[in-house]
């Protein structure tokens, strides 16, 4: 499956993504990350391994920003094969609250 998370880091959508990472090799998440975090998510060491293997999809932009949201999504879509697939779930945390859309 193909996820596209807004979340903190350290947030409930990050921890959702670590989980589905670790179930399942083929699922790929791309995240969605404020350009002053980018440093941090590209070098936490829970995720290293998955950005390795391009499961992991560290993309930067403001999620109130319509063109950011938009190319990060079409990463999401198209993943590392670059085949468009579709995105089968959104994860949105605002660190608070999980909301999953399928």
């Known amino acids: 499956m193909r996820y596209f998370i807004l979340s903190a880091h350290g947030g409930i959508g990050y921890l959702a993504a670590l989980r589905i990472l670790a179930q399942d090799p083929q699922d790929v998440c791309t995240f969605l990350v404020p350009f002053n975090e980018s440093e941090t998510w590209k070098s936490d060491p829970q995720l290293r391994s998955y950005i390795a293997s391009k499961t992991a999809l560290i993309q930067t932009g ?41």
């Open 62 to 102: 403001d999620a109130k920003n319509v063109d950011d949201v938009q190319r990060a999504w079409h990463v999401a879509e198209m993943g590392i094969d670059s085949e468009c697939s579709g995105i089968e779930a959104v994860i949105i945390s605002d660190g608070k609250s999980f909301i999953h859309m399928t």
